[in-house]
């Protein structure tokens, strides 16, 4: 990895802005439903601590649009964080994220201190990277780190445009994020076997492309895998289809042949009669859907064949759920393959974020995996083998 880590530069008395992903899931009354993405974050603020700097922690959380919204306040985020580190945060709730009083406060703060801007979407410029907004936020402090990898793939004023102001790093978790994954791609240990699903065909064209130039098998699962089933010639009755997408998914098909990386589709599939938990359901063999019924998982016959390859590979990566997981009668298959690579001590395993990531942790398998990405978009991305402009901005190691 050729970007400065935390090790490369001295924090002693230094005034430190780090750019955290605190983008948490909220409840109706502001309660924090999942501190994860804080608790992420601990290693490097712990860390700038103890080598003596003061942390100036930016964040979003939600949509807010560019307009301050009390809902979207990272207020909770700073109680929670109060706790985790068992010290002070000052919390500058500032509908400008950066004033003269802002300013002022952070010209005070002394080693040690621990201060929690307001969610940086309350400014337009944020997610333009536009105006004064990242030149503002820069004259808070002498050094940026970037510790947000879910945002990596944008290029915002908190994190490419602090590049611009700042000497900078990655952060711990950033770090982790690229080296990971970065060398399961560069240099996979072999078999590399992708495992791809979630409802979409057209989300994952770019990874499937990627990864047929690196992987040596893509295992494909859950509404996507009906658009390559109708590819073949079945019929799949009321399945998730992309019309639109079948010949592209016949090419992939044939490309996948030519590249010598086996593609292998669902030999048989949990169907319904309605896209509900408790509808009638059968399985069937992939190439007999009946005509009034939808898949809604793989079946038990592919298991065993996704398990099979998964046993033997070096290299996993994983994303997208294999079935409607959120529905107990259709999470089986996410489920086994979830077990099946937690299982798989051998291997280097990688878990895109958003619903895979929600499935492992759901059936207690997280600490199983190698790692779990925080970041869904971003890691989609990077596995579509894009320079993510976020991590492209940070400095390089000298
Ligand atoms: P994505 O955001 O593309 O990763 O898709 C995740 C969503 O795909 C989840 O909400 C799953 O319920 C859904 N999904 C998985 N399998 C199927 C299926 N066979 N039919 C419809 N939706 C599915």
Same mark, same amino acid.
């Given at each position: 990895?050729?970007?400065?880590?935390? #090790?490369?530069?001295?924090?002693?008395?230094?005034? !430190?802005?780090?750019?955290?992903?605190?983008?948490?899931?909220?409840?109706? *009354?502001?309660?924090?439903?999942?501190?994860?993405?804080?608790?992420?974050?601990?290693?490097?603020?712990?860390?700038?601590?103890? *080598?003596?700097?003061?942390?100036?922690?930016?964040?979003?959380?939600?949509?807010?649009?560019?307009?301050?919204?009390?809902?979207?306040?990272?207020?909770?985020?700073?109680?929670?964080?109060?706790?985790?580190?068992?010290?002070?945060?000052i919390f500058e709730d500032c509908d400008m994220v950066v004033d003269d009083g802002v300013k002022a406060s952070a010209a005070k703060?002394?080693?040690?201190?621990? +201060?929690?801007?307001?969610?940086?979407?309350?400014?337009?410029?944020?997610?333009?990277?536009?105006?004064?907004?990242?030149?503002?936020?820069?004259?808070?402090?002498?050094?940026?780190?970037?510790?947000?990898?879910? &945002?990596?793939?944008?290029?915002?004023?908190?994190?490419?445009?602090?590049? *611009?102001?700042?000497?900078?790093?990655?952060?711990?978790?950033?770090?982790?994020?690229?080296?990971?994954?970065?060398?399961?791609?560069?240099?996979?240990?072999? %078999?590399?076997?992708?495992?791809?699903?979630?409802?979409?065909?057209?989300?994952?064209?770019?990874?499937?492309?990627?990864?047929?130039?690196?992987?040596?098998?893509?295992?494909?699962?859950?509404?996507?895998?009906?658009?390559?089933?109708?590819?073949?010639?079945?019929?799949?009755?009321?399945?998730?289809?992309?019309?639109?997408?079948?010949?592209?998914? #016949?090419?992939? +098909?044939?490309?996948?042949?030519?590249?010598?990386? #086996?593609?292998?589709?669902?030999?048989?599939?949990? !169907?319904? #009669?309605?896209?509900?938990? @408790?509808?009638?359901?059968?399985?069937?063999?992939?190439?007999?859907?009946?005509?009034?019924?939808?898949?809604?998982?793989?079946?038990?016959? &592919?298991?065993?064949?996704?398990?099979?390859?998964?046993?033997?590979?070096?290299?996993?990566?994983? @994303?997208?759920?294999?079935?409607?997981?959120? +529905?107990?009668?259709?999470?089986?298959?996410?489920?086994?393959?979830?077990?099946?690579?937690?299982?798989?001590?051998?291997?280097?395993?990688?878990?895109?974020?958003?619903?895979?990531?929600?499935?492992?942790?759901?059936?207690?398998?997280?600490?199983?995996?190698?790692?779990?990405?925080?970041?869904?978009?971003?890691?989609?991305?990077?596995?579509?083998?894009?320079?993510? %402009?976020?991590? *492209?901005?940070?400095?390089?190691?000298?």
């Amino acid at each position: 990895m050729n970007k400065k880590t935390l #090790k490369d530069i001295d924090f002693k008395n230094k005034k !430190v802005l780090v750019r955290c992903d605190f983008n948490v899931p909220l409840d109706e *009354e502001g309660n924090i439903t999942d501190d994860r993405r804080i608790k992420s974050s601990l290693p490097t603020i712990n860390y700038l601590l103890d *080598e003596g700097a003061a942390v100036i922690l930016m964040s979003h959380l939600g949509r807010p649009k560019g307009k301050p919204q009390s809902k979207y306040s990272l207020k909770p985020v700073a109680e929670r964080l109060s706790l985790l580190l068992n010290k002070k945060v000052i919390f500058e709730d500032c509908d400008m994220v950066v004033d003269d009083g802002v300013k002022a406060s952070a010209a005070k703060l002394n080693p040690g201190d621990v +201060m929690l801007l307001q969610n940086t979407r309350f400014r337009e410029e944020e997610t333009k990277n536009s105006g004064t907004f990242a030149k503002d936020l820069s004259s808070l402090g002498e050094i940026f780190v970037n510790d947000a990898f879910g &945002t990596a793939h944008r290029a915002h004023s908190s994190n490419v445009g602090m590049c *611009e102001y700042l000497p900078s790093a990655v952060g711990f978790l950033v770090e982790k994020e690229i080296r990971t994954m970065g060398d399961a791609l560069k240099e996979p240990k072999r %078999p590399f076997t992708a495992i791809l699903g979630g409802a979409k065909v057209s989300d994952k064209i770019a990874v499937i492309e990627n990864l047929l130039n690196i992987a040596d098998n893509i295992l494909i699962g859950g509404g996507m895998a009906y658009t390559f089933l109708k590819a073949e010639g079945y019929s799949i009755g009321k399945s998730l289809l992309e019309e639109d997408k079948v010949d592209l998914a #016949k090419e992939l +098909m044939e490309k996948s042949k030519t590249k010598g990386v #086996k593609l292998i589709l669902p030999v048989d599939t949990v !169907v319904g #009669k309605e896209f509900k938990n @408790n509808t009638e359901f059968i399985t069937t063999s992939s190439d007999s859907i009946p005509p009034d019924y939808m898949g809604l998982d793989i079946g038990e016959k &592919t298991i065993e064949v996704f398990k099979n390859v998964i046993n033997s590979s070096k290299t996993i990566i994983w @994303n997208g759920p294999l079935g409607v997981f959120e +529905m107990d009668n259709f999470a089986k298959g996410t489920n086994a393959i979830a077990e099946a690579i937690a299982k798989n001590k051998d291997a280097v395993s990688i878990i895109g974020g958003g619903d895979s990531a929600a499935a492992v942790e759901k059936i207690g398998l997280a600490d199983k995996i190698t790692h779990v990405s925080t970041g869904g978009g971003a890691s989609l991305e990077f596995l579509e083998g894009k320079v993510l %402009p976020g991590i *492209e901005a940070v400095d390089n190691k000298e």
